[in-house]
Protein backbone atom coordinates (compact mmCIF):
# COMPACT_ATOMS: atom_id res chain seq x y z
CA UNK A 1 0.00 0.00 0.00
CA UNK A 2 2.61 2.48 0.85
CA UNK A 3 4.47 2.13 -2.16
CA UNK A 4 1.61 2.17 -4.50
CA UNK A 5 0.69 5.28 -2.96
CA UNK A 6 4.13 6.40 -3.25
CA UNK A 7 4.14 5.64 -6.56
CA UNK A 8 0.72 7.52 -7.23
CA UNK A 9 2.33 10.66 -5.42
CA UNK A 10 5.33 10.48 -8.14
CA UNK A 11 3.05 10.17 -10.86
CA UNK A 12 1.23 13.38 -10.26
CA UNK A 13 4.23 15.10 -9.29
CA UNK A 14 5.67 14.45 -12.83
CA UNK A 15 2.36 14.98 -14.43
CA UNK A 16 2.16 18.32 -13.07
CA UNK A 17 5.58 19.35 -13.25
CA UNK A 18 4.94 18.66 -17.58
CA UNK A 19 1.60 20.77 -17.35
CA UNK A 20 3.45 23.93 -15.81
CA UNK A 21 6.37 23.20 -18.50
CA UNK A 22 3.39 23.13 -21.54
CA UNK A 23 1.53 25.69 -20.41
CA UNK A 24 4.06 28.12 -19.34
CA UNK A 25 4.08 29.51 -23.16
CA UNK A 26 0.29 30.34 -23.14
CA UNK A 27 0.63 32.04 -19.70
CA UNK A 28 3.85 34.39 -20.98
CA UNK A 29 1.40 35.20 -24.22
CA UNK A 30 -1.28 36.16 -21.36
CA UNK A 31 1.21 38.32 -19.57
CA UNK A 32 2.49 39.69 -22.56
CA UNK A 33 -1.32 40.69 -23.97
CA UNK A 34 -1.46 42.61 -20.49
CA UNK A 35 2.13 44.63 -20.26
CA UNK A 36 3.68 47.67 -22.34
CA UNK A 37 6.24 47.29 -25.33
CA UNK A 38 8.40 48.93 -22.92
CA UNK A 39 7.74 46.65 -20.13
CA UNK A 40 7.99 43.91 -22.54
CA UNK A 41 11.53 44.53 -23.88
CA UNK A 42 12.77 45.36 -20.65
CA UNK A 43 11.82 42.65 -19.02
CA UNK A 44 10.91 39.57 -21.42
CA UNK A 45 11.45 36.63 -18.54
CA UNK A 46 9.08 37.86 -16.52
CA UNK A 47 5.69 36.72 -16.02
CA UNK A 48 4.37 39.40 -13.85
CA UNK A 49 3.60 42.70 -15.20
CA UNK A 50 4.92 46.20 -13.72
CA UNK A 51 1.94 47.47 -14.39
CA UNK A 52 -1.58 45.96 -16.20
CA UNK A 53 -2.83 47.74 -19.43
CA UNK A 54 -5.83 46.89 -21.47
CA UNK A 55 -4.28 48.84 -24.37
CA UNK A 56 -3.00 45.93 -26.38
CA UNK A 57 -6.57 44.61 -26.53
CA UNK A 58 -7.92 48.03 -27.46
CA UNK A 59 -5.47 48.81 -30.26
CA UNK A 60 -6.10 45.33 -32.07
CA UNK A 61 -9.69 46.79 -33.14
CA UNK A 62 -8.26 49.82 -34.52
CA UNK A 63 -5.07 48.69 -36.08
CA UNK A 64 -6.31 45.91 -38.11
CA UNK A 65 -10.09 45.31 -38.80
CA UNK A 66 -9.70 42.43 -36.47
CA UNK A 67 -13.83 42.42 -35.67
CA UNK A 68 -14.23 41.52 -40.33
CA UNK A 69 -10.98 39.21 -39.70
CA UNK A 70 -12.48 36.88 -37.32
CA UNK A 71 -15.52 36.32 -38.80
CA UNK A 72 -13.85 35.71 -41.92
CA UNK A 73 -11.90 33.06 -39.88
CA UNK A 74 -14.94 31.63 -38.46
CA UNK A 75 -16.71 31.29 -41.94
CA UNK A 76 -14.07 29.79 -43.53
CA UNK A 77 -12.93 27.69 -40.83
CA UNK A 78 -16.69 26.48 -39.77
CA UNK A 79 -17.92 25.91 -43.49
CA UNK A 80 -14.32 24.01 -44.81
CA UNK A 81 -14.83 21.85 -41.68
CA UNK A 82 -18.76 20.97 -41.97
CA UNK A 83 -17.84 20.28 -45.76
CA UNK A 84 -14.63 18.60 -44.88
CA UNK A 85 -16.66 16.13 -42.67
CA UNK A 86 -19.53 15.24 -45.28
CA UNK A 87 -16.97 14.41 -47.97
CA UNK A 88 -14.05 12.55 -45.85
CA UNK A 89 -17.44 10.51 -44.00
CA UNK A 90 -18.84 9.21 -47.77
CA UNK A 91 -15.11 8.87 -49.37
CA UNK A 92 -14.24 6.95 -46.30
CA UNK A 93 -17.24 4.94 -46.28
CA UNK A 94 -17.01 3.95 -49.90
CA UNK A 95 -13.27 2.71 -49.57
CA UNK A 96 -14.28 0.76 -46.36
CA UNK A 97 -17.41 -1.36 -47.56
CA UNK A 98 -17.75 -0.82 -51.12
CA UNK A 99 -16.54 -3.51 -53.80
CA UNK A 100 -15.06 -1.84 -56.62
CA UNK A 101 -12.81 -2.12 -59.29
CA UNK A 102 -9.40 -0.01 -58.57
CA UNK A 103 -10.37 0.57 -55.08
CA UNK A 104 -7.30 -0.10 -53.29
CA UNK A 105 -5.53 1.68 -56.36
CA UNK A 106 -7.67 4.75 -55.60
CA UNK A 107 -6.37 4.49 -51.74
CA UNK A 108 -3.07 4.09 -52.36
CA UNK A 109 -3.02 7.02 -54.51
CA UNK A 110 -5.04 8.85 -51.78
CA UNK A 111 -2.09 8.06 -48.91
CA UNK A 112 0.58 9.09 -51.70
CA UNK A 113 -0.89 12.56 -51.35
CA UNK A 114 -0.19 12.59 -47.97
CA UNK A 115 3.41 12.33 -48.16
CA UNK A 116 3.32 15.61 -50.60
CA UNK A 117 3.53 18.86 -48.86
CA UNK A 118 0.76 21.47 -49.57
CA UNK A 119 3.32 23.87 -50.34
CA UNK A 120 3.34 22.38 -54.19
CA UNK A 121 0.16 22.97 -54.79
CA UNK A 122 -0.29 26.30 -54.11
CA UNK A 123 0.82 27.80 -57.94
CA UNK A 124 -1.29 25.65 -59.83
CA UNK A 125 -4.87 26.38 -57.44
CA UNK A 126 -3.60 29.77 -57.37
CA UNK A 127 -3.61 30.09 -61.19
CA UNK A 128 -6.65 28.35 -61.22
CA UNK A 129 -8.20 30.43 -58.81
CA UNK A 130 -7.23 33.86 -61.09
CA UNK A 131 -8.84 31.88 -63.83
CA UNK A 132 -12.39 31.32 -61.80
CA UNK A 133 -11.95 34.84 -60.24
CA UNK A 134 -12.03 33.72 -56.95
CA UNK A 135 -8.94 35.40 -55.30
CA UNK A 136 -9.74 37.72 -52.42
CA UNK A 137 -13.32 35.80 -52.45
CA UNK A 138 -14.14 33.27 -49.46
CA UNK A 139 -15.60 31.03 -52.59
CA UNK A 140 -11.72 30.36 -53.44
CA UNK A 141 -10.10 30.23 -49.79
CA UNK A 142 -12.70 27.62 -49.21
CA UNK A 143 -13.28 25.72 -52.14
CA UNK A 144 -9.50 23.99 -52.73
CA UNK A 145 -9.80 23.67 -48.87
CA UNK A 146 -13.46 21.12 -48.31
CA UNK A 147 -12.05 17.68 -48.70
CA UNK A 148 -8.04 16.59 -47.74
CA UNK A 149 -6.70 12.99 -47.66
CA UNK A 150 -6.02 12.73 -44.12
CA UNK A 151 -9.51 12.80 -43.39
CA UNK A 152 -10.69 10.25 -45.63
CA UNK A 153 -8.13 7.96 -44.55
CA UNK A 154 -9.33 8.59 -40.92
CA UNK A 155 -12.83 7.92 -41.38
CA UNK A 156 -11.92 4.79 -43.82
CA UNK A 157 -10.07 3.44 -40.74
CA UNK A 158 -12.95 4.70 -38.43
CA UNK A 159 -15.70 2.57 -40.62
CA UNK A 160 -13.47 -0.74 -40.82
CA UNK A 161 -13.94 -0.72 -37.22
CA UNK A 162 -17.30 -0.67 -36.68
CA UNK A 163 -18.82 -4.42 -37.02
CA UNK A 164 -20.38 -5.03 -40.25
CA UNK A 165 -23.05 -7.09 -39.52
CA UNK A 166 -25.07 -4.37 -38.44
CA UNK A 167 -25.43 -3.40 -41.99
CA UNK A 168 -26.32 -7.01 -43.18
CA UNK A 169 -29.13 -7.10 -40.88
CA UNK A 170 -30.35 -3.12 -41.93
CA UNK A 171 -29.92 -4.87 -45.54
CA UNK A 172 -32.08 -7.89 -44.75
CA UNK A 173 -34.45 -5.54 -43.68
CA UNK A 174 -34.93 -3.71 -46.72
CA UNK A 175 -32.62 -0.62 -46.22
CA UNK A 176 -30.85 0.87 -49.14
CA UNK A 177 -26.91 2.02 -48.75
CA UNK A 178 -27.96 5.99 -48.41
CA UNK A 179 -30.43 5.14 -45.57
CA UNK A 180 -27.32 2.57 -43.91
CA UNK A 181 -24.86 5.18 -44.34
CA UNK A 182 -27.30 8.19 -43.31
CA UNK A 183 -28.99 6.16 -40.45
CA UNK A 184 -26.83 3.70 -39.11
CA UNK A 185 -23.39 4.30 -39.86
CA UNK A 186 -23.22 8.00 -39.76
CA UNK A 187 -24.68 7.96 -35.59
CA UNK A 188 -22.14 5.31 -34.74
CA UNK A 189 -19.79 7.18 -35.98
CA UNK A 190 -20.04 9.93 -34.24
CA UNK A 191 -16.79 10.29 -32.00
CA UNK A 192 -15.09 10.31 -35.35
CA UNK A 193 -16.84 12.95 -37.07
CA UNK A 194 -16.14 14.98 -33.75
CA UNK A 195 -13.01 14.25 -33.72
CA UNK A 196 -12.22 14.72 -37.36
CA UNK A 197 -14.71 18.30 -37.11
CA UNK A 198 -11.89 19.45 -34.53
CA UNK A 199 -8.69 18.55 -37.06
CA UNK A 200 -10.16 20.72 -39.75
CA UNK A 201 -11.44 23.55 -37.67
CA UNK A 202 -8.21 24.02 -35.68
CA UNK A 203 -5.94 23.57 -38.69
CA UNK A 204 -7.85 26.24 -40.67
CA UNK A 205 -8.38 28.53 -37.49
CA UNK A 206 -4.78 28.70 -37.22
CA UNK A 207 -3.96 28.52 -41.05
CA UNK A 208 -1.69 31.54 -42.51
CA UNK A 209 -0.01 30.66 -45.78
CA UNK A 210 -3.24 30.06 -47.29
CA UNK A 211 -5.37 32.89 -46.72
CA UNK A 212 -2.37 35.05 -47.20
CA UNK A 213 -1.75 33.81 -50.58
CA UNK A 214 -5.90 33.98 -51.48
CA UNK A 215 -6.64 37.12 -49.88
CA UNK A 216 -5.12 40.49 -50.58
CA UNK A 217 -7.27 42.88 -48.87
CA UNK A 218 -6.57 42.86 -44.96
CA UNK A 219 -10.67 43.19 -44.86
CA UNK A 220 -10.97 39.49 -46.45
CA UNK A 221 -8.33 38.36 -44.34
CA UNK A 222 -8.23 35.86 -41.60
CA UNK A 223 -7.12 36.68 -37.81
CA UNK A 224 -3.87 34.70 -38.57
CA UNK A 225 -2.92 36.39 -41.80
CA UNK A 226 -3.91 40.13 -39.81
CA UNK A 227 -1.69 39.25 -37.15
CA UNK A 228 0.93 38.74 -38.69
CA UNK A 229 0.82 42.62 -40.03
CA UNK A 230 2.27 42.58 -35.98
CA UNK A 231 5.68 41.74 -37.22
CA UNK A 232 7.35 43.69 -39.19
CA UNK A 233 10.93 43.26 -40.89
CA UNK A 234 12.44 44.92 -37.97
CA UNK A 235 10.38 45.79 -34.77
CA UNK A 236 7.49 43.74 -33.41
CA UNK A 237 4.52 44.94 -31.56
CA UNK A 238 4.38 42.32 -29.41
CA UNK A 239 1.24 43.76 -26.83
CA UNK A 240 -1.07 43.67 -30.04
CA UNK A 241 0.37 40.39 -31.49
CA UNK A 242 0.08 38.59 -27.98
CA UNK A 243 -3.74 39.87 -27.47
CA UNK A 244 -4.68 38.74 -30.54
CA UNK A 245 -3.22 35.26 -30.44
CA UNK A 246 -5.46 34.76 -26.19
CA UNK A 247 -8.56 36.31 -28.45
CA UNK A 248 -8.00 33.75 -31.33
CA UNK A 249 -7.18 30.95 -28.66
CA UNK A 250 -9.87 31.26 -26.56
CA UNK A 251 -12.51 29.57 -29.21
CA UNK A 252 -10.65 26.88 -29.60
CA UNK A 253 -10.40 26.07 -25.81
CA UNK A 254 -13.99 26.53 -25.00
CA UNK A 255 -15.03 24.26 -28.22
CA UNK A 256 -12.30 21.82 -26.76
CA UNK A 257 -13.52 21.88 -23.53
CA UNK A 258 -17.02 21.15 -24.33
CA UNK A 259 -15.76 17.94 -26.77
CA UNK A 260 -13.00 16.60 -25.22
CA UNK A 261 -14.33 13.58 -24.23
CA UNK A 262 -16.16 12.50 -27.25
CA UNK A 263 -12.40 13.64 -29.19
CA UNK A 264 -10.48 11.27 -27.27
CA UNK A 265 -12.86 8.80 -27.19
CA UNK A 266 -12.48 9.22 -31.28
CA UNK A 267 -9.06 8.57 -31.42
CA UNK A 268 -8.91 5.78 -29.71
CA UNK A 269 -11.37 4.12 -31.47
CA UNK A 270 -10.60 4.66 -34.86
CA UNK A 271 -8.91 1.05 -35.64
CA UNK A 272 -5.71 0.90 -38.19
CA UNK A 273 -6.75 -1.80 -40.43
Known sequence: ??????????????????????????????????????????????LWPQQFTLANYIDIWHKIPFGRQFLNTVAFASVVSVCGVTLDSMAGYALARFEFRG????????????????QVTFVPVYSLLIDLGWVNHLQGLIVPRIADAFGIFFMRQFFLAL????????????????????????PLAGSGLLTLLMFHFIANWNDLLWPLMVMTSSDMQTMPAGLAL????????????????????????????????????????????
Open 1 to 46: MKKSAWTTIAIVVVLTALSIFILLPFAWMLSASLRTQGDLLGNPGS
Open 103 to 118: RQIVFIVIMVTLMLPI
Open 163 to 186: PKDLEDAATIDGANQAQIFMRIMM
Open 230 to 273: FKGQHTVEYGPLMAGAVMALAPIVVLFFFVQRRFIEGIATTGLK
